[in-house]
């Protein structure tokens, strides 16, 4: 991608922790950047979709033009068709060769990171059609550092 200028935060739709976490941190890389003298949208993925393409799209693009995404790792991340899909999204532009897209997993309390078993059984029901492609990618993402996220502060 080119000059890409966005900041996305990635949340579980439906969790009101996670809802607050990515206000909180929208909050605090605004004041950062602001101070920072740099221009970047922050957006903030948090509401369901209607599974439509429409979506799809808007979501495909926000990555695409983004320079870095944060995702919030939640209670329900792993279960979240709409999350994992920003995930696979976003490391399949890594995958393609755009280093420069950073991403950022952040745990909030409650995470459990997916198991042997999440992987052979609850994956593939939710990545129907390119399941291999998409555990590889998944695998891939849970190899980044997590940092954990404090909101009990």
């Known amino acids: 991608s080119e000059a ?14 996670a809802t607050a976490a990515a206000g909180i941190l929208a ?15 922050i ?14 799209e808007a979501v495909e693009e926000a990555v695409v033009n983004s320079r ?3 995702f919030l790792l939640s209670s329900g991340t792993m279960q ?6 920003v995930i696979i999204l976003a490391m399949e532009a890594r995958s393609v060769g755009d280093d420069s897209l950073v991403l950022i997993p952040l745990l909030l309390p409650g995470f459990a990171f997916p198991t042997a ?6 994956l ?30």
């Open 27 to 41: 909050r605090k890389a605004r004041a950062y950047l602001l101070h920072a003298g740099d221009a970047v949208e």
């Open 117 to 122: 078993t999440y992987f052979h059984s609850t």
């Open 68 to 70: 870095a995404v944060a």
């Open 80 to 85: 979240t068709k709409e999350q994992l899909f």
């Open 43 to 56: 957006t903030c993925l948090h509401e369901h979709s209607k599974e439509d393409n429409a979506w799809a």
């Open 124 to 153: 593939p029901s939710l990545t129907h059609d390119a399941h291999r492609h998409s555990e590889e990618l998944v695998r891939g993402f849970f190899k980044l550092i997590a940092l954990p996220f404090a909101i009990d502060a």
């Open 4 to 17: 890409a200028g966005q900041f996305l935060i990635c949340a579980e739709p439906g969790n009101d922790e």
